[in-house]
């Protein structure tokens, strides 16, 4: 079967290439709800503060919380904000480009830390695509609305370099499932998971060039790949409601007609099978079975029951806008007199210095395996 690619320009960025099909637009929305076959649900109690601490002499903080939102996989009751020493009431705002939430926050003349908080409840189900590669149909142009997920930007960079690399990862086209299952399977062998070399931008340029990094690097190289392809992918940002340094972690998203959007764990999936590979307890034979169905569910499409999306997408214009526009929100953006406060990565052990910290306690409602950590999950 030969490639075929329309190719269409965004202005001033990287042509991309189109795939060719007869699947009817109309039918085709970016921001269609998760279609996914749902389970497990869990109810967390979260209380998460972050604290900030700007600058001596600060004359303005703000400080945008991001704020995860009901949807078909999960659902968040009760929100209630506070703020410690200052009181303010935040501001509600929503970005147009991915529909992004943040209570906004914005202190005149801080002195020393101030906190920010936000209590809610949240119930996540587990959701899974069983994805079929051969019902995976092919687009002959995306509605201008899927523009954001297919375009380079200053993290998902759609660069020379990646878009003569992806030809070396997928020399043969055959369906965006099999050709993401190619790009997922390189990065896991390209990449080594490592804290001290991750941007926190999901950025491509940063996987690349170190060749380490985490979940933001792995997933924001794998959307550069599949726009380089003509495919629809966005890295999203959310939380793990268990006790961690971090509780950030984010995830890639594939747009996959019929199915939709498609969520990926590429980063925790590798990091699962090095510690079968690892674990001294299993015969060879069962390493590979395990193996074999950690990256079965991985191209099939999973999203756990121990994650709480917040915010989708790379490279936009935060409300009200900031100096700078936000690579991505992993928690919160923070900026003081229009200098970006710089983003902390408690589980990095080489890290000192932090302008900001989060604080979070999260209580479910049964007991909750995280399923790429124990390999039990693998086979219920």
């Known amino acids: 079967m030969k490639r075929i690619f329309a ?15 007869s699947e009817p637009v109309a039918k085709l929305d970016s921001r269609q709800p998760l279609q996914g076959k749902k389970s497990d649900p869990v109810t967390y109690e ?22 995860p939102q009901s949807d078909v996989v999960q659902t968040i009751e009760g929100s209630e904000f506070s703020t410690f020493p200052l009181k303010l009431t935040p501001k509600l705002t929503q970005e147009p480009v991915h529909g992004n939430q943040f209570a906004y926050f914005e202190f005149d003349q801080p002195q ?36 954001p997920y297919l375009k380079s930007d200053r993290s998902v960079t759609v660069d020379e370099r990646v878009q003569k690399l992806v030809l070396d990862v997928v020399p043969k086209s055959t369906n965006a499932s099999d050709d993401l299952a190619s790009i997922m399977k390189w990065v896991n062998g390209y990449m080594k998971y490592d804290h001290a070399s991750g941007s926190l931008k999901a950025s491509a340029e940063n996987a690349l060039t170190k060749k380490a990094g985490h979940c933001s690097d792995y997933h924001g190289l794998c959307a550069a790949f599949g726009r380089a392809l003509g495919y629809p992918t966005r890295v999203t940002y959310g939380l793990n409601p268990f006790p961690k340094n971090s509780p950030s972690h984010c995830k890639l998203e594939a747009y996959l007609p019929p199915y939709g959007w498609v969520c990926f764990d590429v980063s925790e999936t590798q990091r699962m099978t090095e510690s079968i590979q690892k674990d001294k307890s299993l015969a060879a034979g069962k390493k590979d079975e395990l193996i074999r169905l950690a990256n079965e569910r991985l191209q099939r499409g999973f999203r756990d029951n121990t994650w709480l999306q917040q915010t989708r997408g790379t490279d936009y214009e935060l409300v009200p806008p900031a100096k700078k526009r936000a690579p991505v929100v992993r928690t919160i953006y923070a900026e003081a007199d ?20 989060t604080v979070h306690q999260y209580v ?14 693998l086979v219920k």
Not at 7 to 21: C, N, T
Not at 364 to 377: C, I, N, Q, T
Request: charged share 20%.
């Open 112 to 147: 020393g830390a101030q906190i920010i908080r936000h209590k809610f409840k949240a119930t996540i189900h587990e959701m899974r695509w069983h994805i079929d590669p051969a019902k995976v149909a092919k687009v002959e142009r995306w509605p201008a609305s899927f523009e």
């Open 7 to 21: 190719w269409s320009f965004f202005v001033g960025l990287a042509a991309l290439p189109i795939a060719v099909s």
């Open 364 to 377: 479910p409602s049964r007991v909750v395996e995280y399923p790429f950590k124990g390999w039990k999950s």
């Open 46 to 67: 979260i209380d998460f503060a972050a604290v900030v601490t700007a600058p001596h002499r600060t004359k303005t903080l703000k400080i945008w919380l991001a704020l």
């Open 338 to 357: 229009g200098v970006a406060l710089p983003e902390p990565d408690p589980a990095n052990a080489k890290q000192r210095e932090f302008g900001w910290m």
